[in-house]
């Protein structure tokens, strides 16, 4: 797969079916990413996954940022693909203009 690298903020949400408590589709709490050697996420064990993340705060999810519009936006996702279980997608801001790169 090629795709275009983009420099701005990386964050994973998980998409959420519904259930018998939850009857919406929904997300779990954002997740971005950070600290990447040389502006890349390595999966090859050179940094912990717990050592380069960090939950999106409540607060943050308020003041804005385009956090709640992506996770409205990936639960349009889950619920257009009908999904039985969950699943990650990644976002990334572009740098320096508003939205987010979905990549489910």
Known sequence: MIEEYLSGEEANITGMPPSSSNPEYWTLPIVTRFDHP????PYNGIVAVTANLT???QEELERGGNYAEAARECEQVARLLKVAAPIRIDIRRFKNEPGVNLRV
């Open 55 to 57: 939950v999106v705060s």
């Open 38 to 41: 040389g502006g890349v996420a």
